[in-house]
């Protein structure tokens, strides 16, 4: 089958309004002939639902935690991207894309990261009017703050609960559709298979949570929005409860899965402590704004840190290393997460690692609060040359800027950040790949959107920060809702889609099969064992650096785990009630085939690009090494039955707007 990204025709800058003015439209009456489902509540599926309910068609919305509230969209800390130009600092959408492009390593599709860019200042204005508490300067104005890999202020942010923010905007947009009737919510039910009828997506099979009740639903076009896969490493920053499996049962009823190597590891997570944990615990990339990472300049120092010889605040300017100022005097602190991730593991595997197992460096804000104290002594006319004042005052910006995040270290690390520097170790954050999806969001079976994390479209091979949540809004919020207009106009008259057919029949028993199998299995291991164990490989070989070696190593590892989960899995209670074990179960199977599957992605593709890193493919001076002539495409994966047999499909990457250069952020 031939990939059609679909992309319009026309100069980059006119591509979507163009594109708006020639779409089928389906007019008001017939919306409310039109069912839709959309798995997820988070700010993709939250915003889709609410506008698409909001234009009058009929949306079945679904989530498995208990409220839409819960999605892991509420974690995001520390902002969403906007070309709005508030400060005067050179803005615009041009600069968003290009920096978004850019940002990406050169991998992401230009015409969907141009439309990103276009919407962004949209999704700031749309979530003032709901009421969303934006930060906001001394004279009422939105606020900005910097992130990673751009040279202006565009991120707007509502303390260091952004996505919680946006989140509540989206869910009284919900809330409102669901007091009409508009938009019927299915809380803790788990879509477990995607149901095709003649080539099309029109429906799913769910499971209720609570009474285990396997349920139909039918549509006439079906929505992911089930967010990112990053749990496939066991251990990252998302929520525990973040999961493959909607994207993953698409994927094996025809969907193709692009770039699933392509994830991102966020440089300022709380290292890992042990094995008993079970998620790690992200600082905001917005701390980088005022935090200074730096290492110990000499081994002898670092070693006496990590025996409690010596503390941090004992080494002197000159005795520290601002490895990111040294290394990158542009952008400093700023570079993209890549970048930083990579050098701050470069320290570490040389030896200058901070803390007991040697993987973590400094984040400090001894500077920031000595500029900032300084700042305020000069505007209340205090004495600037009172350390203990300026240190005092110095804080208080600090607290007023990062508290809950500092307080939140605190309760974690139980050390005082003001005082003593952070310590920060890179940890799998996000995942830029997913379903392959075409100009209109529509993977490769018709009638089957995915949106947000879930798809692969926007962020090339690394997302910068603060991009993700600008993309679940425009997609959910701004594209979407127009693109799926187009596919459903020639709809409008089939009527309500029957679910006593073969195909749900089918469906339904594929899953229940499955779950039967787990309960019936009487294996000697917890599920967690299999998802622990499969996580190491990960980490290990296809995590922040890898080789064809370690690769070619992981994927016959995972098959084997694979097998042996199947054989030895415990999965203990019934199928009827709630049992989270068993929903453990059908998560891990998935990630079991997804991780073979992305370290089978990450060996075809010869060269580093962004957050994939292979070690055989990297300059001089350790940054990575795209090779433009050869790997300039996306790769989309067709599913034949396992992970080993499925078949490579490539979207070439057309660069018209943007020249090819390698990356340097100098
Ligand atoms: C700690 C942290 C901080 C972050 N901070 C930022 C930030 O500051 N700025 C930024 O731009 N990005 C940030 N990100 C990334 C961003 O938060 C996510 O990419 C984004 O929120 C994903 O939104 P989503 O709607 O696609 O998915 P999610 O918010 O993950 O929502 C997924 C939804 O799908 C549902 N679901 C999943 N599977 C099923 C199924 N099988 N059946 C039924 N329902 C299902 C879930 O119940 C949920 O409602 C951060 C990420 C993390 C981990």
Redesign the pocket.
């Known amino acids: 089958m031939a990939l059609d990204s679909k992309i319009p025709e026309g100069p980059i800058s006119e591509k979507w309004t163009h594109y708006k003015d020639h779409i089928n439209l389906v007019n008001p009456a017939n919306k409310r002939n039109l069912d839709i489902i959309v ?9 889709a639902a609410a506008t698409l309910a909001e234009l009058g068609y009929n949306v079945k919305a ?4 208990d409220s ?1 509230r ?12 906007a070309a709005k130009n508030y400060q005067g600092d050179g803005d615009s959408t041009f600069r968003l894309f290009y920096d978004t492009v850019k940002g990406g390593d050169y991998r992401a599709r230009e015409a969907n990261v141009h439309r990103l860019a276009e919407v962004s200042a949209n999704i700031i204005d749309q979530c003032v009017a709901q009421g969303v508490p934006l930060a906001r300067e001394y004279g009422g104005l939105l606020d900005n703050r910097s ?1 990673g890999g751009t040279l202006v202020s565009r ?1 707007f ?1 509502a303390k260091g609960q ?2 919680q923010q946006l ?1 509540l905007g989206a869910y009284s947009a919900m809330n409102r559709q669901i007091g009409r009737g508009k938009i019927k919510m ?1 809380n803790r ?4 298979e995607l149901v095709v009828v003649n080539g099309k997506a029109r429906g ?1 099979i ?1 499971r209720n949570l609570i009474t285990g009740e396997i349920e139909r639903h039918s549509a006439h076009a079906v929505v ?5 896969y ?1 749990n496939v490493f066991f251990l ?4 525990m ?7 993953w ?1 698409i994927h094996k009823k025809g969907a193709f899965f692009a770039n699933p190597c392509y994830t991102q590891i ?1 440089p300022t997570c709380i290292p890992v402590s042990g094995d008993h944990q079970s998620k790690l ?2 600082m ?3 701390l980088r704004n005022d935090g200074r990472i730096w290492v110990p300049k000499s081994l002898e120092d670092a070693k006496a840190i990590r025996e409690g010889r010596k503390k941090p605040t004992d080494l002197s300017e000159d005795q520290r290393d601002y490895y990111l100022e040294r290394r990158y005097p542009a952008f400093g602190n700023l570079v993209p997460r890549d970048i930083a991730s990579r050098a701050a593991k470069e320290r570490c595997d040389a030896g200058f690692g901070v803390n007991k197992t040697g993987e973590a460096v400094y984040l400090d804000f001894a500077s920031a609060i000595e500029r900032y104290g300084r700042d305020q002594a000069k505007i209340k006319h205090l004495d600037e040359n009172d350390a203990a004042l300026v240190k005092k005052l110095g804080t208080e910006v600090v607290e007023s800027k990062y508290g809950n995040l500092f307080q939140m270290y605190e309760k974690i690390v139980d050390e005082n950040p003001y005082v003593t520097p952070m310590m920060i170790y890179p940890a799998v ?2 995942t830029m790949g997913g379903t392959w999806v075409d100009y209109n969001l529509m993977t490769t079976i018709p009638g089957c959107f995915s ?4 798809n692969f479209s926007d962020h090339g091979a690394n ?1 910068l ?8 809004l425009a ?2 919020y701004f594209v979407l809702p127009y693109t799926i207009g187009d596919y459903l106009a020639p709809d409008i008259k089939m009527g309500k889609i029957p679910t006593n057919t073969p195909e749900f029949d089918e469906a339904e028993k594929a899953v229940r099969d499955q779950l039967e199998k787990f309960i019936n299995n009487n294996g000697k291991h917890s599920v967690d064992h299999f998802h622990k164990k499969l996580g190491k490989i990960m980490w290990d070989k296809v995590g922040m650096a890898r080789n064809a070696k370690g690769l070619t190593e992981a994927i016959s590892e995972i098959a084997e785990l694979r097998e042996e989960f199947y054989r030895d899995v415990k999965v203990p209670g019934t199928l009827d009630g709630f049992n989270q074990e068993l929903e453990k179960a059908m ?1 891990v199977a998935d990630f079991l085939e997804l991780g073979e599957l992305f370290a089978k992605d990450a060996l075809h593709r010869n060269e580093s690009c962004g957050g994939h890193f292979r070690e055989e493919y990297q300059t001089p001076d350790g940054e990575a090494q795209r090779d433009d002539e050869n790997f300039a495409y996306v790769a989309a994966w067709e599913y034949k039955g396992k992970p080993s047999d499925a078949v490579l499909h490539k979207e070439p990457l057309v660069f018209d707007n943007v020249k090819l250069v390698q990356r340097s952020y100098k």
């Open positions: 798995v997820g509540t988070g700010l993709a599926g939250g915003s679904f989530c498995f935690q839409p819960r999605a892991h969209s509420i974690a995001a800390q520390g902002g969403i991207n992130f991120t942010y952004t996505g989140l299915y039910h788990e879509m477990l799913i769910a992911i929005g089930s967010g990112g990053g990252s920053t998302n929520a409860g973040s999961n493959a499996t909607a994207a049962k966020h615990t992200l905001s990339e917005s954050h996000y949106i947000g994390e879930s997302r920060g603060a991009s993700a949540l600008m993309q679940g997609d959910g998560r």
